[in-house]
């Protein structure tokens, strides 16, 4: 009998190994099945040995070693990958088996496999470079094909990470031309058995390839990996929204870093932390930075109507003039508006109670009712928790002071959309946001539908912007004012990146509407005047202690009031020589829970500090430990 430590690939385990006992023969870098919590997991075999010589630990133990169950795979992850993998875990303050859940799909670690002899470390290679490039999407896609070319020339194959599905459906045919044979596509709109033959046939080509994927894919066992280019990267989907909390693009890095492979961070707006690290030397520029987007758009800016009174319209009387003359031209025109549903913010004009959800006290969005909002009351409205999913009839009083003049606040796409019929009832109108389209094929139908009507008018939120690729020739920006009262860092950065990727759509006009037209950022968006945002973000985060001058740390934590706050001031009390500031999140109560956040600030160069990091690694599930959070909200 052997006993083995491992590592379960799963969350929620404290503990980075577990011990078993087997009786069949494997290695270190097996893949086993065991049980764990009544169910059956897979692990990575770090130790074996043989149980005559760990006796007494075994009997002083005390539970029960339990059996594995089978072995899965003899071997699985490269050292290079583990390496990186351990990088990444620590930088998260994660568990390693966390983040190897985040780093290798289920079907994929299931799958029966022929797996190829994993790689020797590179030790005789000499270390690849870090580049960056700003350029827009198809400027930036021809450098990557002289990349790939230059790679396979030399023998390399390449990985190109992109975000989404959409994305890689949208750049698989310009790099692919010509090695298709030789690509191999990897995302999660794949049905499992395409996985599972796309994964082998990468692994059994002895040809060079270029895996073009999402970043849950780094884990492809590709020893001859030269060159990792990780694009759209100023995203906040590389950065996962649930435990733990892993940065794809600092793992990527990391993989570059041990595979010794060539490391690129491309996108048309590059982040502050990145353009910073540019300027500091430690990442090259591939090409010279493009500090200006270009643009052959008329631009212009319109001040909205800032205070809703009884003939209050949403769309100005300029936009409605734009969408008139495009009518008479067939021009497309897409509008772009930020929030769903009829208002974000009901209140009551008598008490000013703002009409929250029951359930986590967020402030409801006013939806028109139809099939797809499920009034069940014959409400002609309804109010929709967007955190919480949670719903009801919109014909209400106020719950403070039994008021009837509850008034809708802010703009949502279903006003707007209204407004517009209103004023033009033949309107070629076609709607694209999460409520009005549910995934699969009919985002792209809307899109194919909106590109071959002439005169078509496209009002679409941020959704929109993952399928629209094509030149259109107005478009226009309804509202966006409210991420403004956000007390988020990155907001500014944020909007910036929308409003230069909505200019890059447009052909003929780009027009903002804005409450705010005196804001600086408008101005530079207008210009596509990236280096002066970058210049007063970096200063403003230099000021203020934002990163990438500090690493933040943030410790989340639910429950009872009560139980939270208690734990959360004993935690802080503990973490007192880190200066640690508490404070409630921007919702305070989501389902029944309160949430209170703490938050650590460290210099970069001190991340991860073995002693902070082993306390924060011991915190039970109740604490969320997200590092470089997208947010403090």
């Known amino acids: 009998m052997k006993i083995v430590s491992v590592i379960p690939i799963t969350k929620g385990v404290l503990r980075d190994e577990l011990t078993y006992f087997t009786s069949s023969i494997f290695k270190p870098g097996a893949i086993v099945l065991v049980s764990l919590r009544g169910r059956s997991v897979p692990a990575l075999v770090t130790s074996v040995r043989e149980a005559d010589e760990l006796k007494l630990t075994v009997k002083s133990a005390g539970f029960a070693l339990k059996k594995v169950i089978r072995v899965k795979h003899k071997h699985f992850f490269t050292k290079s990958f583990m390496a990186a993998a351990r990088l990444a875990a620590d930088y998260s303050a994660a568990p390693l088996g966390a983040a190897l859940k985040a780093l290798v799909p289920s079907t994929i670690l299931g799958a029966k496999l022929t797996l190829p002899k994993l790689e020797t470390a590179n030790v005789d290679r000499p270390p690849g470079e870090r580049f960056v490039l700003q350029e827009p999407d ?37 790099l692919e031309r010509g090695i298709s044979e030789y690509t191999i596509v990897l995302h999660h709109q794949l049905s499992n058995r395409e996985l599972v033959q796309a994964w082998q046939k990468a692994l059994d080509l002895a040809h060079p390839v270029l895996i073009i994927a999402t970043p849950i894919f780094f884990s492809l066992p590709r020893a001859d990996i030269r060159l990792i280019i990780l694009d759209r990267e100023n995203t906040q989907a590389y950065k996962s929204a649930q435990r733990p909390f892993l940065d794809y693009r600092r793992f990527a890095e990391y993989l570059a870093e041990t595979l ?36 052959n758009a008329t631009q212009k800016l319109i001040a909205a109507a800032k205070a809703p009174t009884a003939d209050f319209r949403v769309v100005s009387d300029e936009l409605l003039n734009l969408i008139g003359e495009s009518q008479k031209r067939n021009e497309k025109t897409f509008l772009f508006t930020h929030r769903r549903g009829l208002a974000p913010v009901v209140i009551c004009q008598d008490c000013g109670y703002t009409v929250e959800c029951d359930n986590c006290e967020a402030p409801t969005v006013l939806h028109s009712a139809s099939p797809t909002t499920e009034a069940t009351d014959g409400a002609q409205t309804i109010f929709i928790c967007h955190r919480g999913g949670a719903r009801r009839s919109a014909a209400e009083k106020c ?120 804001v600086p950022l408008f101005e530079k968006a207008l210009k596509g005047n990236l280096l002066d945002f970058y210049r007063t973000e970096i200063a403003e985060r230099k000021k203020y202690g934002y990163p990438p001058f500090q690493t933040f740390i943030k410790i989340a934590r639910r429950g009872e009031r009560a139980t939270v706050r208690l734990e959360m001031k004993a935690l802080a009390d503990e973490l007192a020589s880190y200066e640690p500031e508490v404070f409630p999140a921007f919702v305070p109560v989501v389902d029944g829970e309160y949430r209170l956040h703490l938050l650590l600030k460290r210099q970069p160069v001190d991340w991860p500090e073995p002693n902070l990091l082993n306390r924060l690694k011991s915190l039970p599930p109740s604490f969320a430990v997200d590092v470089d959070p997208n947010s403090l909200l």
């Open 260 to 295: 010794r492979a060539t490391f690129v961070l491309g996108d048309a707006v590059l982040r502050t932390e990145t353009c910073y690290r540019a300027d500091q030397g430690e990442l090259e520029p591939l090409a010279s930075l493009k500090h200006h987007a270009a643009s």
């Open 399 to 518: 719950r403070h002071c039994g008021g009837w003049r509850l008034w809708e606040l802010g703009i949502g796409i279903d006003r707007v959309a209204r407004e517009l019929l209103e004023k033009f009832p033949n309107l070629k109108l076609l709607q694209l946001d999460s409520d009005s389209v549910r995934g699969g094929a009919v985002p792209l139908a809307v899109i194919k539908r909106f590109s071959t009507t002439p005169g078509g008018v496209l009002l679409g939120t941020e959704l929109a912007l993952h399928y629209l690729e094509e030149r259109i020739e107005n478009v226009a920006v309804i509202a966006l004012d409210s991420l403004f009262a956000l007390p988020d860092y990155r907001i500014n950065e944020k909007v910036f990146g929308l409003l230069i990727r909505l200019r890059s759509l447009a052909g003929r006009q780009f027009i903002i509407q804005t409450r705010n037209v005196k």
């Open 138 to 174: 198809d400027e930036r896609r021809t450098y990557y094909k002289s990349l790939i070319r230059a790679e396979f020339a030399k023998q390399g194959s390449v990985f190109l990470c992109l975000p989404t599905a959409i994305d890689i459906i949208r750049t698989l045919a310009s």
